[in-house]
């Protein structure tokens, strides 16, 4: 196995992506997707960092964060939201059909695959494209004909500062879309 290295600024803005264990769609409805916004915040109250964007598709999750200047440590939140969000799903569904043998004797819930994706963002251009990649992302996965009809992302808070218009990324020619995703 290779031995991965990731990039730690302190202060830094990232893109994550967090994948559920064999992509099983486990954020279907509202109470779970309010688990995981739960689980966010209250990691966030004890270990402070920025949530810039979000979005909650059901076998996957992207964020951008900003850190706080003097830390660098997200992986460490990341796994807490992880085990808080996993505890709280067990406790409200159980996990006999999530976790194998092999994850049990492991202590894995067999909720989340075990590693995430990360990228530091460079500059204002990597940024604004970030932050249409995540709220495009459930109409490039054809879960929606257009944005605004996904409420699981905070595409709506930046439509109400104006950053967006309620209806971006609608006009785009079919096989296309606004971050010139594929190209």
């Not at 990232?14 to 779970?32: A, D, G, I, S």
């Not at 999750?61 to 660098?72: G, V």
């Amino acid at each position: 196995m290779p031995n991965y290295r990731r990039v730690k600024i302190e202060g830094g803005t990232y893109f994550f992506t967090l994948v559920t264990y064999k992509r099983k769609p486990l954020f279907l409805y509202n109470e779970e997707i309010e688990l995981f916004l739960e689980a966010l915040h209250h990691v966030g109250t004890y270990h402070p960092f920025s949530t810039l964007a979000y979005c909650i598709l059901p076998d996957h999750i992207h964020l951008l964060w900003e850190m706080p200047n003097n830390d660098a440590n997200y992986s460490f939140r990341i796994s807490e939201i992880k085990k808080r969000f996993s505890k709280q799903f067990i406790t409200k569904y159980g996990n006999s059909t999530l976790v194998t043998p092999k994850q049990q004797n492991r202590g894995e819930t067999g909720i989340w695959q075990r590693r995430f994706w990360e990228h530091l963002i460079r500059d204002e251009e990597d940024l604004n494209w970030h932050f249409d990649y995540i709220h495009y992302n459930p109409v490039k996965h054809g879960l929606t004909n257009q944005v605004k009809q996904w409420s699981a992302s905070s595409f709506f808070d930046y439509v109400k500062l104006g950053y967006y218009d309620i209806d971006w990324g609608q006009d785009v020619p079919t096989g296309k879309d606004p971050c010139n995703f594929g190209e």
